[in-house]
C-alpha cells in the first residue's frame, strides 16, 4: 500500500466515514440537480395551496439536527446514510400519494421516486439488522405506517428541503460535491 492511501485510510478511520459507493454519489447529485431551490419552490410551493401541509409521522421529518445528534451518539455515517433514504423516499411516497395524476407537481414528485427507486437498488444489500439499532428502530416505524395520533402536518417544501439539507450533509464530503 503506497503511504499517501493509508494516510487516507487513517483519517477516514478516525472521523468514522464510509466511503459512498459511486453509484450512489451518482445518484444523489442527481437528485441534487432536481431539488434545485426553483424546483422545490415552484412544485411544492406555488402550485400547492396556501398553507398545505401533508400528514407524516414525527419520524419522517428529518432534520440536520437529528444528523448531528446521530453522530454524536457515534452512529456510523452509512447507518446515517440508509435512514436518510428510508425516511426521505417515505415522505416523497406521502408527498406524491396526495396529488391528483393531472397536478402540475405529479411528474415532477415522479422523477424524484425513480430515483429514489434507483438509490434503493443501491441500498437493497443493506438490511436492518445491518446497521444501529436506533437507526433500525426508527426506520421500522417509518415503513410501519404509524398510529394516526403520532402524525403531524408538514408543508411539502419542508419536507423537501429537510431531504437536501440532510443529503448535503452526508453526501457532500464523501461525494466531494
Not at 426521505?88 to 395524476?101: D, K, M, W
Not at 421516486?113 to 416505524?141: I, M, N
Request: aromatic share 10%; glycine share 4%.
Amino acid at each position: 500500500m503506497q503511504p499517501g492511501y493509508a494516510a487516507i485510510l487513517c483519517v477516514v478511520a478516525v472521523l468514522g466515514l464510509e466511503a459512498a459507493a459511486p453509484g450512489e454519489c451518482e445518484l444523489t447529485r442527481l437528485l441534487q440537480d432536481r431539488l434545485h431551490y426553483g424546483l422545490r419552490l415552484r412544485y411544492m410551493k406555488h402550485y400547492f395551496p396556501i398553507n398545505y401541509t401533508v400528514p407524516v409521522q414525527y419520524e419522517e421529518v428529518l432534520r440536520p439536527s437529528n444528523i448531528t445528534r446521530l453522530r454524536n451518539e457515534t452512529v456510523s455515517e452509512l447507518a446515517l446514510r440508509y435512514l436518510w433514504f428510508h425516511v426521505s423516499s417515505q415522505t416523497l411516497l406521502r408527498i406524491h400519494e396526495v396529488l391528483p395524476e393531472k397536478h402540475p407537481s405529479w411528474k415532477y414528485t415522479r422523477e424524484l421516486c425513480q430515483l429514489f427507486d434507483a438509490l434503493g437498488e443501491e441500498y437493497s444489500k443493506y438490511r436492518q439488522t445491518d446497521v444501529e439499532v436506533v437507526v433500525a428502530d426508527v426506520v421500522k416505524v417509518v415503513h410501519s405506517g404509524g398510529v394516526e395520533n403520532r402524525r403531524k402536518a408538514v408543508r411539502p417544501k419542508a419536507l423537501l428541503d429537510n431531504c437536501l439539507k440532510v443529503m448535503r450533509m452526508l453526501y457532500g464530503a464523501p461525494c466531494e460535491w
